[in-house]
């Protein structure tokens, strides 16, 4: 996880330099190239395009920095939706195996039910199963202990989506304050007051905080999703250790 951390800020790196490259570009181009680019009609650009454009006219120091947050924002959701999908089981088709392995096999046909179910539910019924010679009790508070274990390995990394969020609209705020400071420097040194002066800043204050409200919504989506599926596995955990509980209670009966 951590490779792949290093290698996304990179990339965000890259994308930033070469945002700043592009940049340069434009400002050294000849002046007919400008012309013949500013009589293209709006509606023939494409949405990619016009979202490239805006991202270079925001300026690649705050816009690169919110591009960041975006992309670690992503890897990081998208990993952890990757790792919950994997880790959903069918609580009810688990149960009855346990259920049916202790009746035909006894608690060592359970566990070995468990070992080849993937899943955290599994595991937990796993490590029940392991502490079943030491009495219910003993079962219960092996149940209750690894399923706090295993709802900390669901909820990893998700605190860092939620920095993201609250990171990126902060960033954009303070490239309009930095682009307001601008457009005034500007007025005071011209000791004028032409919109033309104050318009270049003004538009990348606003560009920096549509960005980073942008960044923070979709990140927003997928922080949602992820902790609804989150509730969702926690709840069949708490269902399938108690009804584990009262197999194992009926089992000593």
Not at 56 to 63: A, D, R, S, T, V
Not at 160 to 177: D, E, R, Y
């Amino acid at each position: 996880m951590r490779k792949l951390f290093i290698a996304i800020i990179l990339l965000g790196f890259i994308a930033t330099a070469k945002a700043n490259i592009i940049i340069n570009n434009t400002a050294n181009a000849p002046a007919n190239l400008i012309t013949q680019d500013e009589e293209i009609p709006a509606e023939s650009a494409s949405f990619t395009q016009e979202l490239k454009k805006r991202f270079i006219e925001g300026g690649p120091g705050f816009m690169g920095i919110v591009l960041i947050c975006l992309i670690l924002g992503l890897a990081i959701a998208i990993e952890r939706i990757l790792f919950l999908n994997l880790a959903t089981t069918n609580t009810k088709k688990l149960t009855d195996g346990v259920e049916e392995a202790l009746s035909s096999g006894g608690v060592d046909a359970a566990k070995e039910f468990c070992r080849n179910t993937k899943g955290p539910v599994a595991s937990i019924f796993y490590q029940g199963l392991d502490r079943m010679d030491e009495g219910i009790e003993s079962a219960e508070k092996a149940v209750v202990a690894y399923g706090g274990v295993q709802m900390g390995q669901l909820e990893k990394n998700v605190s860092w989506i939620s920095l993201f969020i609250a990171l990126a609209p902060m960033l954009g705020f303070m490239g309009t304050v930095i682009g307001m400071i601008q457009a005034f420097d500007k007025i005071e040194a011209a000791g004028d007051m032409q919109p033309s002066l104050v318009a270049g800043g003004i538009k990348v204050a606003l560009l920096t905080t549509v960005f980073g409200l942008i960044v923070a919504i979709i990140l927003q989506v997928f922080y949602n999703y992820i902790v609804a599926k989150i509730d969702s596995i926690v709840n069949d955990m708490e269902d399938a250790s108690i009804t584990l509980i009262d197999i194992l209670v009926a089992k000593k009966k």
